[in-house]
């Protein structure tokens, strides 16, 4: 490992708390949060006094749900447990986790569940000696987030007499701006807002994290982040997965709102923020909704110009065949849903205008690849024009969110030789050969920090609102103009023509997927 400065020897555990995980049968509780709270046990980040109550329709023992997690446990360290998957299970840590967990079944709609609850809790936080705190994690589909809220309310669990209560609710929160408006002023009607940590996992992610400390920890980039040395920024999230076993969620869904206003617009706030005056929750969260509310609103006719849908026919994805979305089980075969979009917007302000960003995000692509694209304008003066040189490359900083995780710095260079000729090279920085990256899932940071109560990775109610209102002109002008813009690609391309007309009209190209 390379001379690194690793400063987080000094985080700290978690404050003791109960959490009680609502719809802890399904697929999130072992394939995100268990692991999740494994890695933080082995990290010592969990407090000793800390137990996990689960809760679902499902019918089975303490005993039997311990088990189905011990079998999930062993499998994500195997397939999916990072970079020390060879050491195999830290034994000691999961026995010490799968002690502390508890399972009792119950219809999250009906009342007796959360006198069950209420009972379980009083029990386990006595014996505990947590003072009451505890987390209640929504692992349910969204329909259910209100009627769950006001559930516990009425049981009296979010009251924080004693001990702080704490609510973690899933993505998608709502499908439009003015379900998302609705669900918030629901939710709040009973919980106060920082009792509500709304998840997006790619805050989780350490590289995005790092968008704020590269930008705002560094001397050099923040003289060159404006409309004055930018010329556009490129925000790409490649999958290669289709729609895999979620086609009723996603016919419901598509790209654009399973995507763009969370995951893609916290690259995009990241990246076009003004500095908060402070590293706090609130002072971060505010400088992100400005970029929202700074977003140049879209007519419908500019909404469509600017905007372009796809979706996959068969094709070949890392060399295995892929089928259409159409032929996907459970999707219509005459859908319209898009499995790829791309944005053009733009930011009324000061730093931005003129910049234009460009979004996009596919499934089926030809890699996994999120990556952002800082391109910078062309030197002012070229004056090697008497030489070969026709025409400068851009310099571009190329931040690399995942699966590599890292930066780039894109240049000229003179190739070595009596002509005076400038070829592009790259500075490369990768994470992994500097830092030792504890094993992570993201979900680690995210309810580390809701323990801690520090919300700011987390989703403010106006945040919400503000991303729904954005593309609420394009989730219009789509719904009226059904075959607009919907453009086939094969599975395992870059996507449709028509998103890379959506450049070159501008002058621009796509960054290749990489
Ligand atoms: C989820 C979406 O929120 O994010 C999925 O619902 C998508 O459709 C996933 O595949 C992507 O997350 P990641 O961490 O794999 O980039």
Not at 90 to 98: H, P, V
Not at 100 to 113: C, H, K, P, S
């Amino acid at each position: 490992m390379n001379e690194a400065r690793i400063e987080d020897e000094s985080s700290q555990p978690s404050p003791p708390c109960v959490m009680v995980v609502l719809g802890a049968a399904g697929d999130l509780t072992k394939r995100l949060l268990i692991p999740a709270l494994y890695n933080l046990m082995r990290s010592k980040l969990i407090n000793e006094r800390f137990a996990l109550i689960g809760v679902a329709r499902n019918q089975m023992s303490t005993e039997e749900f311990r088990q189905g997690l011990t079998e999930a446990i062993q499998d994500f360290v195997t397939h999916r447990g990072g970079h020390d998957e060879d050491a195999g299970l830290d034994q000691t840590a999961w026995a010490t986790l799968r002690e502390r967990i508890e399972y009792f079944q119950g219809e999250l709609t009906e009342a007796a569940t959360y006198e069950e609850l209420r009972r379980r809790l009083i029990g386990t936080s006595t014996t505990l000696g947590c003072g009451g705190n505890c987390l209640f994690y929504l692992a349910v589909d969204a329909s259910l987030f209100s009627p769950i809220i006001h559930r516990l309310a009425h049981a009296g669990l979010v009251k924080q007499t004693e001990g702080w209560r704490r609510v973690i609710v899933e993505k998608p929160f709502g499908t439009d701006f003015e379900s998302a408006k609705r669900l918030n002023a629901d939710i709040l009607s009973v919980l106060e807002e920082n009792q509500i940590y709304r998840i997006d996992h790619y805050l989780g992610k350490e590289t995005v994290q790092n968008v704020m400390v590269l930008r705002f920890g560094n001397g050099i980039f923040e003289s060159l982040w404006n409309r004055d040395h930018i010329d556009n920024i490129q925000i790409t999230v490649a999958e290669t997965v289709g729609v895999e076993r979620r086609a009723s969620f996603y016919e419901k869904t598509g790209a654009l709102r399973d995507m763009v206003p969370n995951h893609l617009f916290q690259l995009l706030t990241l990246i076009a923020m003004e500095p908060p005056n402070t590293f706090e929750a609130n002072a971060v969260r505010s400088e992100k909704v400005k970029v929202l509310d700074a977003v140049h609103p879209y007519s419908a006719a500019d909404a469509l110009k600017n905007s372009v849908r796809g979706q996959y026919l068969a094709g070949t994805v890392g060399g295995k065949p892929v089928r259409g979305y159409r032929h996907e089980p459970d999707v219509a075969p005459d859908s319209n849903i898009e499995t790829y979009v791309a944005l053009k917007v733009t930011i009324d302000n000061w730093r931005w205008a003129g910049v234009p960003f460009y979004l996009r995000t596919g499934k089926s692509l030809p890699r996994r690849s999120s990556q952002i694209v800082v391109q910078f304008k062309h030197a002012p003066y070229v004056m090697f024009r008497e030489t070969p040189v026709e025409r400068l490359t851009a310099n571009r900083l190329i931040l690399h969110i995942q699966p590599n995780e890292g930066v780039s710095l894109q240049f000229g260079a003179k190739v070595p030789g009596p002509m005076v000729r400038v070829g592009e090279v790259r500075m490369d920085f990768h994470y992994k050969d500097y830092f030792d990256a504890k094993p992570s899932t993201g979900y680690e940071t995210l309810i580390y920090d809701c323990m801690l109560g520090d919300a700011t990775l987390f989703q403010r109610a106006d945040s919400v609102e503000s991303a729904w209102r954005v593309v609420q002109p394009i989730i219009d002008s789509w719904a009226a103009e059904p075959n607009a813009n919907v453009a086939p690609y094969e599975a395992g391309t870059a996507g449709p023509t028509l998103a890379d007309e959506l450049l070159e009209r501008d002058g621009w190209h796509w960054f290749p997927v990489v």
